[in-house]
């Protein structure tokens, strides 16, 4: 089973950006602890992060063309105002989780919409990097 974990803009700055809202942990220390998960599940992960939105859609077309079972996706910024990436989503129509680190219903009204919620069959907020991690489990158990 092939999971392709997407990340947007400043994801990479973790660790360094807003510590008391997204946590010490830096980008690639979680992609280590979901690396590490994944293999203990059983799961074939792969990573992509990017700051701009084309490339974020080239990586969910790029999923179909790898025969890629599920995504999950923390689309950051694009979360709010990305139709782009909703349309890639449904595109491709691989099971798809959102993932937030913070819990973004309790945040500014700006961040109440999310595009790629229209398309993902769960969303799972505010539970950090462990919020990655109920994703891999959730593909797993729904992809079988
Ligand atoms: C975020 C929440 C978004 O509103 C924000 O723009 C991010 C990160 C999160 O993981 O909590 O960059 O997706």
Do not use: W
Not at 30 to 40: D, H, P, R, S, V
């Amino acid at each position: 089973m092939k999971v392709l974990v997407i990340n947007g803009p400043n994801i990479n700055f973790l660790g360094i950006r807003e510590p008391e809202i997204y946590g010490k942990t830096t980008y690639n220390d979680m992609l280590k602890i979901i690396g590490e998960y994944a293999e203990k599940i059983d799961v074939c992960v792969s990573f992509f992060q990017s700051n701009h939105e084309g490339a974020l859609v080239d990586a969910i077309q790029n999923a179909y063309y790898d025969k890629i079972d599920g995504i999950i996706i923390n689309p950051a910024a694009y979360t709010h105002t990305s139709v782009a990436i909703l349309d890639a989503l449904k595109a491709v129509g691989i099971k798809t989780v959102e993932v937030h680190l913070s819990a973004v219903e309790k945040r500014e009204d700006f961040r109440q919409i999310s595009y790629v919620g229209k398309y993902a069959e769960k969303t799972i907020t505010g539970q950090g990097v462990n919020g990655y991690l109920q994703a891999l489990d959730y593909l797993k158990e729904q992809i079988k």
